[in-house]
């Protein structure tokens, strides 16, 4: 738990101004493609123009006569070296280049390295691919139909384009509470594809030694341990030759977590040239070959009496899992955390199903700032629980306060065997009513709704589940999700703390600082946190599901305290006392009943490194690790009030207000939290009402630049109103829970209920996301779009 | 990064010089002013010049003027300028409307007029203004000038009458009065081209419509007109009916496409309801000024 006590200023949590905002804001960041190497060549990656075609012959002689070309890297050539095809993240396999067939738009194909990236672009166009055009698979929903193209013929006796069947929760207890029910609502939605769209695209250098036989990788990694580690799995190479260095991460989300071909093919373009090569995709290349997100058509169905207590909810998914199942998730989860879906509510059963499915498009499913699929949890029983309110006539905040968990639940199992950690979850959602002034706005609308005007409000309440995960349930191709931390405090007292995670824009550098300094209290400013280089920090699977805080924040606290406990053992021989007469104060031990008579945190660190005689058995210094494995996840939570405004003429929606309630705990940061909550609201907005990756018949990708691809700007949001609860984890050292992720999982759903809400003078149901201006205008006609297909 | 392939690149000292060079490159030679249609198209490589000519530097293109009887426009006005123009705006609000929804602060900063009506997207804003307005341009090659009405100038998605040896150099508004004019535009985001664009200009005449003028973007309306709607206004009374009329007409005067931005049924109510939108307000400040 956090210590409350006072403590000097500069010290542990509070509203620090963030560390790396020194050189990010006077430009001097150091991302991928600002590091040239010298002797660096660059490639370019030659990519599909077909979603599904057969390859008969490429001939690469004219790019390779290019008088600036080094190598031409094929299929074929990976082939001979048992590079081809390298295990994806979800007992899948995937193509680094296509052998026998393109599997998806934008698929790599060849690979060119030239002197620089002008010319390995142009030679891209001397390569001649001789393509037989196959029948593509766009529709999820009739991929499995019998006469469907079968995507996946490299599978020996693949006949279909199944991945795989799983279910969660007790289904005959659920179909028991539906028979019991007074009433039983049923909604399909889609969940639609979407892109993490990093401003920084995906790349990688690779450097290998030819005299030391060391590669380092530079890659916009999420994870560079788990990069290390699969490199040396996949590709026989010894571990300790091998240097993963994650420069600044110019924002994952998801995006950097896994292993691309691009990086793959830098690697055997260095080992080929014995040259450093450099690949970075473009944008296009990005939004459509690297790891979507969602994805997820959803049959939802809920059981309730008549008076509003709901009994059960069931909810079947068709997951599209495009070309290669290459999700990234723990491996015993196909669906991700998807099964947490029954939410924050007290209720009798719940079960869920899904089945995966291969499409002929880009590969991936988790990514995105999902918490490993949360957000299509939290948005499934959001729009059933507004779906029931609205059947039921209750309104939907009273609906939902009646059934929310209550604070004497927890620590509470859930239907589907999760344990919530901690909640407090009434008086977050109270909250959120007062701030938006609740009761006002309902009686705005229906002065609205009088004169014809449209305006919507839309609660969601969601319960995170972040922080993977505890080894014994927990595991990325076998490694378990246990972070390592190190801290070394230096003679005159200033720290240097090793982190296994990595920042792609969260503010690393600042917080691990702060956790530092909160538990040994040697101030922010002087607490180094070096991260990103795998050679110089301890092991640990990376960041991402908003496990950084819950994990390697854990790991950051406990190794402090151990350096706390460490320096009370040494304060002790300094003073001559027994250890059992020391009390903390934040950086100092003191004499108990003496304060006069202490040792600081700095007097004890030179000490330590000193002649000073220390008690028997101790060896010098003032370090401490620690390798965390949670004991379980942390479940933060909020309360989300959205309103809206909807142009009945054109449809057009406008976000008016945004209220949200976080509770992820104390906060080591509030003004990074706030950041963090900012951006993902926006992210949901986004998804909301604007993002998405369509395609259309012949499988081209309809979202491939951003043009086409919509990120919302500041036009699009509102002036977000925050507020705050504290329920702190009960397992967690500092009682953290991480937040990451918890606006872009509970924002869509209120935005997508609120529009809904402001239609419901037209009898509008449900409308899929992205709710544009032609989808809330069809939507208003009774006829609303599928988001995955091209419209007609 | 999207690079482009490899190109010559020139850079222009004066109009005559410009048009020298065109002519020297012959037709694998681009203009290239504001670059924002020209550099992303190139990027993607779906245009490939041999030669760029950068006509930055010809400030002689680059004014804004009203003599008694017509708004002058040079080509290289930004739309930044034009925006916020005291004098284009004074005779037609409609230039503000338009390009406060044009793109983003950093496109209009550096693109232009003569880019915009020369790059002939279906969806280009301003070629529906100039198109309500029934402004003319300005072509300059080897022979001179010669002036073309608006309503002659797009032959067709991405292509204009502008020959490769030739310049825009000037786009011509004629100034009249009792006129109100105003542009509606809805967009899936700001900053996004639109799905369905209107402008509108009306000149009343003792409270009839003496002329009127119905401009259309991203439905694919002939030469971004429609044609039949103004006609059916011209020497009404501009009564709710009237205008409702007209705006079912304009939406029946234009081939809208399904696209991502929406389907041809949703285009078609949005041109009746912009046009509804457009018409009133135009005539409202036709009403005030004639006052
Ligand atoms: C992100 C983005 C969003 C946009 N959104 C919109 C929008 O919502 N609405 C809208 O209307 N536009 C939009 N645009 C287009 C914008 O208005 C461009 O600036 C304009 O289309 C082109 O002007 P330019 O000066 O940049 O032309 P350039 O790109 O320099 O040139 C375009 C074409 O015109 C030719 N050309 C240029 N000047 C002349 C001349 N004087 N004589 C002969 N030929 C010439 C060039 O050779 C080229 O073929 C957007 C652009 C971007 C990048």
Redesign the interface.
């Known amino acids: 738990m956090t210590d409350l006590q006072t403590k000097p200023e500069g010290v542990g949590f509070g509203r620090v101004s963030r560390k790396e905002d020194a050189r990010f804001v006077r430009g001097k960041g150091n991302y991928l ?1 600002d590091i040239a190497l010298p002797n660096m060549l660059y490639g370019a990656v030659l990519r599909s123009p077909y979603a599904h075609a057969r390859i008969k012959s490429i001939d690469t002689a004219a790019a390779q006569a290019h008088p600036k070309v080094k190598a031409v890297i094929t299929g074929q050539i990976l082939e001979s070296l048992n590079l081809a095809w390298i295990p994806s993240l979800s007992h899948d396999v995937i193509a680094v280049l296509a052998t026998d067939k393109v599997r998806y738009q934008g698929q790599e194909v060849a690979f060119v390295i030239a002197e620089d ?2 010319s390995a ?2 030679a891209l ?1 001397l390569i001649d691919v001789d393509y037989e055009l196959l029948p593509p698979v766009v529709d999820a929903k009739r991929a499995l139909d019998p006469d469907a193209p079968v995507i996946r013929d490299d599978i020996e006796g693949k006949k279909d384009n199944y991945i795989f069947d799983w279910g969660s929760g007790n289904e005959e207890a659920t179909e028991a509470a539906f028979k019991k029910a007074d009433i039983v609502v049923e909604q399909e939605m889609l969940y639609p594809r979407v892109h993490p769209a990093p401003m920084e695209t995906c790349g990688a250098i690779a450097d290998m030694d030819p005299i030391s036989g060391k590669l380092t990788i530079y890659c916009t990694t999420q994870a560079p341990h788990a990069h290390r580690t699969l490199y040396a799995l996949v590709a026989g190479l010894p571990e300790h030759k091998l240097r993963v260095i994650s420069p600044d991460i110019g924002g994952g989300f998801g995006n950097k977590v896994g292993i691309y071909p691009g990086y793959v093919l830098a690697v055997v373009g260095s080992i080929v040239t014995k040259r450093p090569v450099k690949w ?1 995709e ?3 290349e990005n939004l459509m070959s690297t790891s979507f997100a969602r994805d997820y058509h959803m049959k939802g169905k809920i059981a309730a009496t008549k008076d509003g207590k709901i009994l059960g909810l069931r909810v079947d998914v068709l997951a599209d899992h495009g070309a290669f199942n290459n999700t990234a998730q723990p491996s015993k989860f196909p669906a991700g955390f998807f099964h947490v879906f029954s939410g924050s509510y007290d209720l009798e059963a719940a079960y869920c199903s899904v089945r995966g499915v291969y499409t002929n498009k880009a590969p991936g499913g988790v990514a995105y700032a999902c918490s490993f699929r949360v957000t299509e949890a939290v948005y499934a029983v959001e729009r059933m629980v507004d779906r029931l309110a609205l059947e039921l006539d209750i309104d939907p905040a009273e609906l939902r306060m009646k059934n929310l968990l209550k604070p004497e639940q927890f620590p509470y199992t859930s239907p589907t065997g999760w344990e919530y950690d901690s909640g407090e979850y009434p008086r977050a959602l109270e909250l959120a009513m007062k701030i938006s002034g609740y009761q006002e706005l309902r009686k705005e609308q229906a002065e609205k709704r009088r004169r014809g005007e449209l305006m919507g409000i839309g609660i969601s309440f969601f319960t995170e589940t972040v922080g993977a995960g505890p080894k014994k349930h927990m595991d990325i191709l076998g490694l378990g999700m246990a972070d390592g931390c190190e801290v070394r405090v230096h003679p005159t007292g200033k720290a240097v703390v090793r982190l296994s995670v990595q920042t792609q824009g969260q503010g690393h550098e600042t917080t691990f600082a702060q956790i530092v300094s909160e538990v040994t209290g040697i101030p922010v400013a002087d607490v180094e946190v070096v991260h990103g280089d795998t050679d110089n920090t301890p092991f640990g699977l990376g960041t991402y599901g908003s496990r950084s805080t819950p994990v390697s924040g854990a790991a950051a606290a406990v190794a402090s305290k151990r350096i706390v406990e460490k320096a009370k053992l040494i304060a002790a021989a300094m003073l001559e006392c027994s250890p059992d007469d020391l009390e903390w104060e934040s950086g100092r031990w003191h004499i108990k009943g003496d304060p006069t008579a202490g040792k600081t945190i700095s007097e004890i660190a030179f000490a330590a490194h000193s002649t000073q005689e220390l008690p028997q058995g101790m060896e010098g210094h003032l370090d401490a690790s620690c390798v965390y494995d949670p004991p379980n996840l942390t479940f933060p939570f909020g309360a989300y009030i959205c309103v809206v405004d909807v142009d009945p ?4 929606v406008t976000v008016r207000r945004f209220i949200a309630v976080d509770d992820c705990g104390p906060r080591i940061n509030p003004m990074i939290v706030e950041g963090q909550i900012h951006g993902g609201l926006a992210d949901g907005v986004g998804m909301a ?2 993002e ?1 990756i ?1 395609f259309d018949e012949d499988g081209n990708c ?1 979202g491939g ?1 951003l ?2 691809y ?1 990120l ?2 500041a ?2 949001c509102p002036s977000w109103e925050t507020g705050e609860t504290v329920t702190p984890s009960p397992h967690h050292p500092l009682g953290l829970k991480g937040v990451g992720e918890s606006a872009t999982v509970g924002s869509p759903p209120a935005v997508v209920n609120a529009v809904l809400d402001a239609l419901k003078p037209f009898g509008v149901k449900h409308a899929d996301m992205p709710l ?3 989808q809330v ?2 939507a208003m006609q009774g006829r609303p ?1 599928r988001t995955d297909l ?3 | ?3 482009p ?2 190109i010559a690149y020139e850079r222009a000292t004066s109009l005559s010089n410009a048009i020298e060079l065109l002519s020297r490159h012959g037709p694998e030679s681009r203009i290239i002013a504001g670059g924002h249609s020209l550099l992303p198209m190139m990027k ?2 779906l245009a490939r010049p041999e030669v760029v000519i950068d006509i930055n530097d010809l400030a002689e293109l680059d004014y804004i003027r009203a003599n008694s009887d017509h708004l002058q426009i040079g080509a290289m006005v930004r739309h930044a300028s034009l925006m916020n123009s005291d004098i284009a705006n004074r005779y037609f609000p409609i230039f503000r409307e338009a390009e406060t929804v044009i793109a ?1 602060p950093i496109v209009r900063n550096r693109g232009t007029v003569g880019g915009s009506l020369c790059q002939a997207d279906p969806a280009e804003d301003l070629a529906a203004v100039f198109a309500a307005l029934k402004a003319s341009v300005v072509i300059t090659g080897n022979n001179g000038s010669r002036t073309v009405p608006i309503s002659s100038f797009h032959i067709g998605p991405y292509m204009t009458v502008v020959e490769p040896d030739e310049l825009l150099t000037e786009v011509i508004v004629p100034l009249r009065t009792h006129v109100g004019s105003a542009y509606e535009k ?1 967009e ?6 639109g ?1 369905a664009s209107v402008g509108a200009m009306i000149v009343l005449n003792s409270g009839q419509i003496s002329e009127a003028g119905i401009g259309l973007a991203a439905v694919r309306a002939d030469h971004f007109r429609a044609v039949e709607a103004e006609s059916f206004l011209l020497g009404k009374q501009p009564t709710a009916d009237v205008i409702a009329q007209a705006a079912l007409i304009a939406s029946e005067n234009c081939q809208p496409v ?6 041809e049924d ?1 285009k078609r ?2 041109v009746k ?2 046009t509804t ?1 457009a018409l009133n307000r135009a005539i409202d400040k036709a009403r005030e000024e004639g006052t």
């Open positions: 493609d990236r002008y672009r142009d166009e970075m473009d944008r296009s003429g054109t449809g057009k009402l604007m998405q369509a309809l630049s043009m086409d919509l919302p700007t036009l699009e544009t201006p032609a205008w069809r779009m091209a419209i007609q | 990064m999207q690079v392939a490899p993607l490589r983003d809805v899936r985001r700001a900053g996004d081209w799905i399904a696209d991502q931005r929406g389907p949703y109510h949005l309801e912009l939108r």
